[in-house]
């Protein structure tokens, strides 16, 4: 991506059609979700940075992600406590947690609370595959 600008918030709405797949823009931009155990990161256990696909910021770690077998990557943390924006959600006749990327606004899923999951937080951050590139490195 060159030729960025330095805020990602001011990005016009045809110029994120342009740098984003179609099935990117409808979860990132629009807050869509995509299917659940399709996603390529929904498994992996590779070691490193989970970015936004949309600007490339950096949001989890590896290390702060587990197994939670719900369909989606899931994460007890964010990298950095403002490297994600929460906000309520009442779409779907319920009230959730929505997950957005700080630096570009987009959408990358939801965070729940109090499942259970042996996890430092008990939280749930679950994050559509499609929204993220990992780089593979040590954390």
């Known amino acids: 991506m060159t030729d960025q600008p330095t805020d990602f918030k001011l990005i ?9 797949s179609d099935e990117e823009y409808y ?4 807050g ?16 490193g ?11 989890f770690r590896s290390n702060e992600k587990f197994a939670s077998h719900c369909g989606w990557p899931s994460f007890y943390s ?9 906000r309520e959600d ?3 006749g319920m009230v959730r947690t929505e997950v957005l990327c700080a630096n570009c606004h987009s959408h990358l ?3 729940f609370a109090g499942e259970g999951y042996d996890t430092p937080t008990d939280l749930r951050y ?5 929204c993220l590139d990992l780089d593979e490195r040590e954390v």
């Open 12 to 20: 016009a709405d045809a110029d994120w059609k342009k740098r984003l």
């Open 27 to 30: 979860v990132l931009r629009q």
């Open 32 to 47: 869509g979700t995509e299917p659940p155990h399709v996603g390529k990161y929904t498994d992996t256990t590779t070691e």
């Open 49 to 59: 940075v989970y970015s936004c696909r949309a600007c490339g910021a950096e949001l």
């Open 78 to 86: 964010p990298k950095d406590v403002d490297t994600v924006i929460e």
């Open 90 to 92: 009442r779409s779907l």
């Open 109 to 111: 899923g939801h965070v």
């Open 126 to 130: 679950c994050i559509n595959s499609i």
